[in-house]
């Protein structure tokens, strides 16, 4: 510790603080631009010069190391003066242009210049104008006449997105911020540069000119789209979502949000949004009121369960419904009688149920896995499944941590990988059983010898090893090899409530029939919440031809989407924002929130409308009376730490050979922005490159054999079930892979995200 | 795709940085693209930028920042004169009126036939040879006077 | 006067070539410090003896700044010479790598051997395209010799040096905006600290001199340092060389020991062009504050006594303007450059130096205003201290150097819209 003195005030600093660091931490405000705590130091801004007693000039507070005894002065005069002139030049020319600035009202420039810049201006000659750019559909940087070059957005791309894709060309007063050749910025991550722009010169978007800052009520909520478990502030105006921005939390999203969080919200607004709710009547859907399309569900559910019995019903839903309506889905469904009830919607392997220990879950806290120095990160589409842990151990991997990678495909992660192996799906589980037996080995090198070598070793499975059909074995070899690290192993959870989901026991018992198992021998009827079959499913040929065939679907859902050819009624349910849950993330952190805004038009939360069909089937234990009552039934009393174990009983003898596959294995991803329902509607990230529709992507050797070249036009089958899309090349891609996506329509009509598929020229 | 000439040239200048270090030769690639074809289209960048494994954005500032790098056609034979104190002093003036008579352009211009452009320049550390001017960055004339001028253009002229 | 020391190959045809430095007594003191095996110590002790102070223009003790790198240190080190000449007037070093570049490839030797650095580069300024395929060959030329390279003079040394061609940044010149230059980045500057001596080159410590500092070391070495010293005055030793540009009848550079009065520099420069009055004398590079001739006839070429006279001797290039000249065009000029050499990082820099740059812009096209004087004084304090590197202080000096003694021919200028002169 160094003893230094603010103004007067005797404050401790840590050695190797900044004079910024130490004012902020004793809570002395100094003016600051460029200074942002989660970058590098760039000092070039000069906003926060101070006097430092002895130096002989003003120097700048944010790049100035404490010296024991220091006395600094941040309203001496020689310190204002400073302050006032840099002030001075940042406003020469700058527009002034803050009654229409997006940026008005929540500008660092604006709120200091009242503070520091002087009466009138002595700055006659003409401003500079600094030509608009077009860089996607996310960030605007239509006003870049703003920008003070302060770089905190070149920075960010820099050093977290770990993506240089904006840049400061040119120099001196012709210094401009842009891309390279008017490229569009694609980071996930991409939208932290307006919350970091301080001033109005890189504004969002979607919400440009639809709300002064003053006008917005602001409401927490927590993000429903991947595990973290972000914080949202939810701004709205009208009742309506208009933008969405961070809640600064140091252990989950640090000051972040991935742009799946920030701009998912203008699905909200489709106009594809149900509001009412619909029966089929005659082949034709009707309107109708709540009580009759309850009652219309339950007589249906009753007529099932008493004709074919309750096992003839299946309920599905998606890991991103609350806790609140997974707890009262499984509660209806067992109340009738069936054990049919799961979330897990993507998975193909389910020989490890009812062995594990507890809920699957991160094996450690988010912060553990920046804290880690070695990883091994297994079967993830890291950056795109989980932007922000991609973020945290790119953050790690600059601090000297090694990461190595095991998957189907090698996409740039944008850091320093140590080790990969990249493989087809088929010989994944081979891949991992390598580095477990390299462990046991004396000299262990690759991926088995970074491993050893780590003091805090994280082994993580992500998505589509979780969605692998091998995927039980794949987890009792990440757990084998996490051990001989004597290190820690954890799944990275697909969605924001994959958690909660099993602590409500939103799976089949040993009765019941799992997600899979329900769509491969067809139900009669079929509770869905919040799902879209085609797209949410491992297998959407399957889960349609299921759907299809039942007699009764029963579809919760905040969308009109395809249901409407298959179900029988439509029950209008409110998406997170307009609605009170929980959600517990990957790390097993129970996070509740509240509705932000008012249900859409005759919408109503999902477990009010269980409690009303529980009511309405007459089952017990259904008259909560708030969200918070359901949310205590599950969790008052209950150690959730305790619940949270991915400890399974290791196979002595593991794994039959690798499946073999003759012909293509399918490598389906699911990409960022077709995750959920919400993102799917969200007509901004749908413009991103992210939101492109799927190509077919190979090899170029495998697209040579097939006679195909990048653009071609090509027919892709499965089952009975083929699409025609487009060609492309990526010599990363094991051979005999074929990499399309799920989770879009433009593949709805195919097979399990798993397994051959066909390709040839069209 | 950068010829082969220019990755030859690049590889000799990557032997004077360490190995972990290709950046430091994107200056040498970017002048031996304009030395090749007169200057520097934003494909070269992206090239040099897979070339050296650095961040394409990070090639645009470095090509933006340094005034030498011509981003565009100037000419094939871009004069670049000095124009600053004691060049300004022995007649700069002068050289830029005289190149004008001759060429018909001034300054940042570039003749019709894309023969001859004329750019400014600053300190080319050659003051006491004042007034100067470069060709395409490779020769410099000093102490120049219409005579001289109109020799050198007379040699550009032949070429 | 004494023989030559920086252009002591110059009477030669071709006073670069290896046969001919060897010929004047060429990798002596390389031979001297390491048959010797004099220590690092001692070199520095000798240099520190020498007087000899960084030739690039801030005239920081070079002894003193060796000692700085860290001793008894494993990792690597780097060696970079300066040769990045952009301040108006200095055109020195240009000719050291022309004619002398043994001469600095020997200073740079010595200087790696006493800091136990084996790499070293050498950053040329862009224009200077022959300077640097000069020393491009005398590097290959010195490594073939075993000048360069593993075994030197057949000991266990080790060091190597490779030139980097800058391409057209002023900035570059001040040191860390050219480490960052070396490393393939724009050069913009780095905020110190860290110094380089302990974050420098690839993160690396490292020691930056001058090209004219390098190659007054073999001199040194060979001769002692207390001659070196004796040559000059006190607080300035040794010998300079001045460039003198501008309205003489023979500009040229000029190796003469430090103390010469401006006079005699003068005279050697040929007089004033036409047989022209002197006006006013830039005496260090275009960043010194100028001063009138009648003070600078008065003046010696040192460090103190330039500094007594209200200005500072920079680079030593002597920039003399005679009667016809118009200071608000010259200033215009030089205000210019420094608004163009900006490197864009610094608010003040990057909005000042335009801002400076049009005020007298205008007064320049008769739409100067009584009151743009006192605005440029005060936007001078407001650029000068607040900036990450001392070009924001270059920009300002001339501006203030101006205006305190040429301010009568601005006010004319707002006045009657047109020159004095
Ligand atoms: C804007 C600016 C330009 C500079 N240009 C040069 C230059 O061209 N050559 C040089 O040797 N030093 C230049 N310097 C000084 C260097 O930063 C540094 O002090 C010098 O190279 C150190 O060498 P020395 O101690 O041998 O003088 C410049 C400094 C600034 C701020
Ligand atoms: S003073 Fe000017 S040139 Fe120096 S670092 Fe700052 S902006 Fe760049
Ligand atoms: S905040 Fe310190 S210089 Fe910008």
Same mark, same amino acid.
């Given at each position: ?762 | ?89 022995? $007649? ?6 005289? =190149? ?7 300054? /940042?211009?570039? !003749? @019709? ?11 080319? $550390? ?6 100067? =001017? ?7 004339? /000093?102490?120049? !006077? @219409? ?13 | ?421």
């Amino acid at each position: 510790m160094i003893n230094i003195e603010i103004d007067g005030k005797q404050i401790q600093a840590e050695n190797g603080a900044t004079v910024i660091e130490a004012a902020h931490s004793a809570g002395i405000a100094i003016p600051h631009f460029c200074y942002h705590k989660k970058l590098s130091i760039a000092a070039n801004c000069r906003m926060c010069l101070v006097q430092v007693e002895k130096a002989p000039k003003p120097l700048p507070a944010c790049a100035t190391p404490v010296t024991e005894g220091m006395k600094v002065h941040t309203h001496s005069e020689q310190a204002v003066k400073a302050q006032q002139g840099v002030m001075e030049f940042l406003l020469v020319n700058h527009p002034l242009d803050c009654p229409i600035c997006d940026q008005g009202g929540e500008c660092m420039l604006q709120d200091m210049s009242v503070g520091y810049g002087g009466g009138h201006s002595r700055y006659h000659e003409e401003k500079r104008t600094v030509l608009a750019k077009d860089i996607g559909p996310l960030v605007s940087a239509e006003e870049m006449s703003r920008c003070i070059n302060c770089t905190r957005c070149v920075r960010f791309g820099q050093e977290i997105a770990g993506q240089m894709e904006l840049g400061q060309a040119f120099r001196g007063e012709h210094a401009e911020i842009m891309s390279f050749v008017s490229g569009t910025v694609n980071s996930e991550l991409s939208g932290n540069m307006i919350d970091l722009c301080p001033v109005g010169a890189l504004t969002s978007k979607p919400f440009r000119y639809k709300a002064r800052s003053w006008e917005l009520s602001r409401r927490r909520s927590v993000s429903a789209h991947d595990s973290l478990g972000s914080g949202l502030a939810v701004h709205t105006k009208n009742n309506r979502v208009l933008r969405v921005l961070p809640i600064e939390n140091e252990d989950i999203n640090e000051c972040w949000l991935s742009d799946r969080d920030r701009f998912a919200y203008e699905g909200l607004n489709s106009a594809e949004r149900l509001t009412k709710p619909m029966i089929k009547q005659d082949g034709k859907w009707q309107e109708v009121e709540w009580q009759v399309a309850l009652e219309f569900a339950a007589n249906g559910l009753r007529h099932i369960a008493n004709g074919a019995g309750a096992e003839q019903i299946g309920a599905l839903a998606t890991a991103n419904s609350t806790l609140e309506e997974l707890h009262l889905l499984q509660k209806l469904m067992r109340g009738i009688g069936s054990d049919n009830v799961d979330f897990r919607l993507r998975q193909s392997d389910f020989s490890g149920d009812g062995k594990q220990q507890g809920a699957s879950w991160l094996g450690m806290s988010i912060a553990d896995i920046g804290n880690a120095d070695r990883l091994l990160v297994v079967g993830s589409f890291l950056r795109k499944d989980h932007p922000l842990l991609a973020a945290r151990i790119r953050k790690a991997v600059k601090k000297g941590a090694q990461v190595s990678i095991i998957h189907s495909t090698d996409d740039d992660l944008l850091m320093q990988v140590a080790h990969k192996t990249i493989v087809a799906p088929g010989a994944l589980v081979d891949a991992l059983d390598k580095v477990a037996k390299g462990m046991a080995a004396k000299q262990a090198d690759g991926i088995a010898g970074s491993l050893l070598g780590g003091e805090r070793v994280a082994v993580l499975l992500g998505n589509f090893a979780q969605q692998h059909p091998q995927a039980a074995q794949l987890q009792a070899l990440a757990q084998q090899i996490a051990t001989a690290a004597n290190g820690k192993f954890g799944f990275l959870t697909e969605a924001a409530n994959s958690v909660g989901g099993q602590l409500v026991n939103a799976v089949p018992g040993a009765k019941g029939l799992n997600a899979a198992a329900m769509l491969a021998t067809p139900r009669k009827a079929y509770v869905l919440l919040n799902v879209e079959p085609e797209l949410d499913c491992a297998n959407p040929q399957q889960a349609m031809a299921a759907m299809q065939a039942a007699d009764l679907v029963i579809a919760m859902s905040a969308y009109k989407h395809h249901a409407t050819e298959y179900a029988d009624v439509l029950l209008p349910i409110a998406p997170y924002t307009e609605t009170s849950g929980t959600f517990v993330s990957a790390e097993g952190r129970v996070q509740s929130f509240k509705g932000a805004v008012k249900p859409l038009g005759e919408t109503r939360p999902a477990w009010k409308v269980l409690r009303v069909l529980g009511n309405l089937l007459k089952l017990d234990g259904f008259s909560q009376d708030t969200s918070e009552a359901v949310r205590d039934e599950v969790l008052k009393g209950m150690d959730v730490a305790a619940k949270l174990n991915n400890a399974s009983p290791v196979p002595t003898q593991h794994s039959a050979p690798s499946t073999q596959h003759s012909g293509l294995q399918r490598v389906a991803d699911v990409p960022i922005y077709y995750s959920d329902a919400v993102v799917r509607r969200s007509a901004p990230l749908q413009a991103t490159t992210d939101g492109a529709i799927p190509l077919v992507w190979m090899h170029g050797e495998e697209m040579k054999k097939l006679g195909l070249q990048s653009g071609t036009v090509v027919k892709v089958s499965q089952g009975q079930g083929s699409v025609k899309l487009f060609a492309a090349a990526d010599d990363k891609l094991p051979v005999g892979v074929v990499r399309l996506a799920a989770g879009h329509a433009a593949t709805a009509a195919l097979g399990a995200m798993f397994g051959t598929i066909t390709v040839e020229r069209a | 795709m950068l010829s082969q000439q220019v990755t030859t040239l690049i590889d000799k200048e990557l032997k004077k940085y360490p190995a972990d270090q290709r950046q430091s030769a994107v200056m040498a690639a970017l002048r031996f693209v304009q030395d090749e074809k007169g200057w520097i289209a934003p494909e070269d960048m992206a090239d040099i930028a897979v070339y050296l494994g650095m961040q394409q954005m990070a090639v645009f500032e470095v090509a933006t920042f340094y005034h030498m790098y011509k981003l565009e056609p100037m000419g094939k034979h871009t004069l670049t004169v000095c124009t600053n104190l004691s060049c300004q002093l022995c $007649g700069s003036g002068d050289t830029l009126d005289h =190149l004008h008579k001759r060429l018909g352009i001034g300054l /940042g211009e570039t !003749t @019709p036939d894309g023969k001859y452009g004329i750019r400014e320049g600053e300190c080319m $550390g050659a003051c006491v040879d004042a007034p100067l =001017l470069t060709i395409n960055n490779r020769q410099m004339c /000093g102490r120049l !006077t @219409p005579e001289k001028i109109d020799q050198i253009l007379a040699e550009l002229d032949k070429q | 006067m004494n023989a030559p020391i920086l252009f002591n190959t110059l009477h030669f045809d071709q006073p670069w070539t290896l046969e001919n430095y060897l010929k004047v007594g060429g990798y002596q003191a390389l031979r001297k410090v390491l048959t010797e095996k004099m220590s690092p110590d001692a070199i520095i002790a000798e240099v520190k003896a020498s007087g000899l102070r960084g030739r690039g223009g801030a005239g920081f003790p070079t002894g003193l700044k060796w000692s700085f790198m860290p001793k008894n240190y494993d990792g690597v080190k780097y060696l970079v010479c300066n040769s990045d000449e952009g301040e108006p007037g200095t055109c020195k070093d240009r000719d050291i790598l022309r004619y002398n570049p043994h001469m600095l490839i020997e200073g740079m030797a010595i200087a790696a051997y006493c800091m136990d650095v084996k790499t070293g580069y050498n950053y040329v300024h862009g224009e200077i395209f022959e300077a640097y395929e000069r020393m491009e060959a005398a590097c290959e030329e010195a490594r073939k010799a075993g000048y360069l390279g593993k075994g030197i003079l057949g000991t266990n040394f080790e060091f190597d040096l490779h030139n980097h061609m800058g391409y057209g940044a002023y900035v570059c010149g001040e040191e860390t905006a050219l480490l960052e230059s070396i490393e393939g980045k724009k050069g913009q500057p780095r905020f110190k600290p860290p110094f380089p001596a302990s974050y420098g080159l690839y993160g690396k410590p490292t020691t930056i001199n001058n090209t004219e500092t390098f190659a007054s070391i073999p001199w040194i070495i060979a001769n002692g340092g207390k001659k070196f010293a004796d040559i000059g005055v006190a607080n300035s030793g040794g010998v300079k060389l001045f460039s003198v540009s501008g309205h003489v009848n023979k500009p040229g550079n000029f190796e003469l020991p430090m103390g010469t009065p401006f006079r005699k520099l003068l005279e050697l420069a040929g007089g004033v062009r036409h047989g022209h009055k002197l006006k006013a004398v830039i005496p260090g590079g275009s960043s010194m504050p100028v001063l009138p001739g009648e003070i600078m006839m008065e003046v010696n070429m040192d460090y103190d006594s330039l500094q007594k006279a209200g200005s500072y001797l920079g680079s030593g290039a002597v920039i003399v303007m005679d009667e016809t000249t118009c200071m608000v065009k010259a200033l215009e000029r030089l205000s210019y450059f420094y608004y163009e050499e900006s490197c864009g990082q610094c608010t003040p820099c990057r909005e000042g130096t335009g801002w400076l740059y049009r005020i007298i812009h205008r007064i320049e096209h008769g739409e100067g205003k009584p009151e743009d004087l006192d605005l440029l004084l005060s936007l001078c304090d407001n650029i000068a201290g607040r900036t990450i590197c001392a070009l924001g202080d270059a920009a300002a000096w001339p501006v203030q150097g101006m205006l305190k003694h040429f301010r009568k021919e601005f006010e004319y200028h707002i006045e009657h819209k047109r020159c004095l002169v």
